[in-house]
């Protein structure tokens, strides 16, 4: 099993450096300047002596290859160096951001697995019944609804809720408290956007869970227990379930991956400060030093999901790792 995840590791570096090296040239071939932004935000007039000097101090100036060097020095060492817009470090931009995503991505696929796992089997053992019809139309609208819009509806549903009940309306708090400072505050303001996302996804993964079992139920196996007498409890949880996971924990994986920095829409819905708005005013504003750094923390977060997933499809499937 070790030499598995050691391999599995081993194979994670060539991925990072041929993302990053992807990653840092095609941000130079974006056409634009950041300090010709920066000029016209402040409303001077862009001197090109004073965007040389701008673009001089910035380092942007410099060879490419000594550009790159300095970025790979600064990954490897952890040391994103500073925003081009805000002048600030960029792991202290990202760092105020990247809790409030993280926290968001790990309740959403807390409440994806919640749902599609135990619709999904209930689906596929009540194939073609009244359940399953329920629960298929289920999955299929979250599929169909966007996340974002689902959240205007929660809005609107609390909004209007509790003008009903308690003649005043309640929205989710505006500002961000992280959880161990109050967490009552904090989950009143990120459950909302969480139940959103993690129902769009669990429809997905709902149909995943459902598909896979009935393949696994049709397998020789599964009829060799049955013939056998165990019961079909048994049958479910201990042969049939195991295996079909393994689909699934793929579809889970590259969702929470995904939610780290996918979420801009919803974040705007919400009045969430996170990562994907974070993502979103780097690339308007042209700021090469955190975009590509945003980008290496879900390039990261992409490989070190996969990882587990690997992981869990070696203890799922124990014939995996010695393939």
């Given at each position: ?38 000029m016209a935000g402040s409303g001077l007039y862009a001197d090109p002596e004073q965007i040389k000097i701008c673009r001089d101090n910035l380092g942007l100036n410099d060879p490419l290859i000594v550009q790159f060097w300095d970025y790979m020095v600064g990954f490897v060492t952890f040391d994103l160096g ?242």
């Open positions: 099993m070790w030499q598995y995840i050691l391999k599995r590791l081993l194979l994670m570096i060539p991925t990072l450096l041929g993302a990053s090296i992807l990653v840092f040239f095609l941000l130079r071939a974006i056409p634009g300047d950041v300090c010709e932004l920066r500073t925003s081009m817009w805000t002048g600030r470090p960029v792991t202290y931009e990202i760092g105020l951001r990247f809790q409030l995503s993280l926290q968001v991505a790990i309740m959403a696929t807390i409440t994806s697995i919640l749902i599609a796992i135990p619709l999904g089997t209930i689906s596929a053992v009540r194939q073609n019944t009244w359940v399953d019809y329920i629960v298929r139309a289920f999955s299929i609208a979250g599929i169909a609804i966007p996340s974002f819009w689902l959240g205007i509806l929660i809005i609107l549903g609390l909004l209007i809720g509790t003008q009903a009940w308690f003649g005043t309306p309640w929205m989710p708090p505006i500002n961000y408290v992280p959880i161990w400072e109050d967490p009552l505050a904090n989950l009143s303001q990120l459950i909302w956007p969480a139940l959103a996302t993690g129902y769009r996804y669990s429809a997905v993964a709902t149909r995943m869970t459902r598909s896979s079992l009935l393949e696994v139920l049709r397998e020789d196996y599964v009829r060799t227990a049955r013939a056998k007498g165990l019961l079909e409890k048994v049958i479910i949880n201990r042969h049939a379930l195991k295996n079909a996971l393994l689909p699934v924990v793929t579809i889970i994986g590259i969702e929470f991956a995904f939610l780290m920095g996918g979420l801009v829409v919803t974040e705007q819905v919400f009045n969430l400060n996170g990562l994907g708005k974070l993502f979103v005013e780097s690339v308007t504003n042209q700021d090469f030093t955190m975009t590509q750094s945003l980008v290496m923390l879900v390039v990261v977060i992409f490989v070190f999901t996969n990882f587990i997933v690997d992981i869990m499809y070696a203890w799922l499937d124990p014939r995996i790792r010695y393939s």
